[in-house]
């Protein structure tokens, strides 16, 4: 079993609906989680990260945190053909250094 | 704004050659990164670094080693490069303050022949 598992797709969804992006991860010490945005041929940037229980928006984006189910969610409201990228779910190891583990990222596909 | 620069954003060698790959930020941070990329795998961390001249292995440290002799620059180095080595290789600087995030730079693109 993966670390961090994600779902490749590609995920289909047409502009102005909501995709729904989702992530598990077998570590129950793990405390931080990150969602990372990766446009094909470029590098990795922040979208979004969450340490709580419960919902964190940002704009468009709402993070979703579960503990006990140990899944991570990225919702997008609104999507928009920009959003097509592949998105990353990465879980905080316990201990120091805020070592990452990713999982392989959901590929994500906004048609007009 | 945080810049991370890395020394190539292609290279192409050849097998058995050493290989160096650079990492250079401008923010002061103590924490440095290389991962390496691959389709269906994601990233996965090869080296860190916590401090000029400390480092720790990752999941995946062999055939590569690493040095930290200045605060700002994080290197990777290929010691005898084989085509098992071709991915894309991204290094990472760590912002302990605040919301504690990974800053990647452009990455560089090796290809092994």
């Known amino acids: 079993q993966k670390e961090v598992e994600q779902n490749s797709g590609p995920l289909s969804v047409p502009e102005g609906a909501i995709a729904s992006l989702n992530c598990t991860y077998s570590?129950?010490?793990?405390?931080?989680f990150f969602w990372y945005r990766q446009y094909s041929g470029k590098s990795p940037e922040l979208i979004m990260f969450i340490y709580s229980n419960g919902d964190k928006e940002d704009g468009r984006f709402t993070a979703q945190l579960n503990k006990a189910s140990q899944y991570v969610s990225l919702l997008i409201r609104d999507s928009q053909p920009s959003d097509s990228a592949t998105y990353l779910c990465?879980?905080?190891?316990?201990?120091?250094?805020?070592?990452?583990?990713f999982g392989a990222g959901t590929r994500l596909a906004v048609h007009p | 704004d945080v810049k991370v620069t890395q020394s190539s954003r292609y290279l192409v060698k050849r097998t058995g050659e050493k290989v160096f790959l650079e990492c250079v930020q401008d923010m002061d941070h103590e924490n440095m990164f290389w991962y390496r990329q691959d389709p269906g795998l994601g990233l996965r961390l090869i080296y860190f670094s916590y401090d000029v001249k400390m480092k720790e292995k990752g999941d995946i440290p062999e055939g590569y080693s690493v040095s930290r002799e200045k605060k700002e620059r994080f290197s990777l180095i290929l010691e005898s490069a084989s085509t098992n080595q071709t991915s894309m290789y991204l290094c990472a600087t760590r912002d302990r303050v605040g919301t504690d995030t990974q800053y990647f730079g452009p990455g560089t693109r090796l290809t092994v022949l």
């Open positions: 570590d129950r010490g793990s405390q931080s």
């Open positions: 990465a879980v905080r190891r316990p201990g120091g250094y805020n070592k990452l583990i």
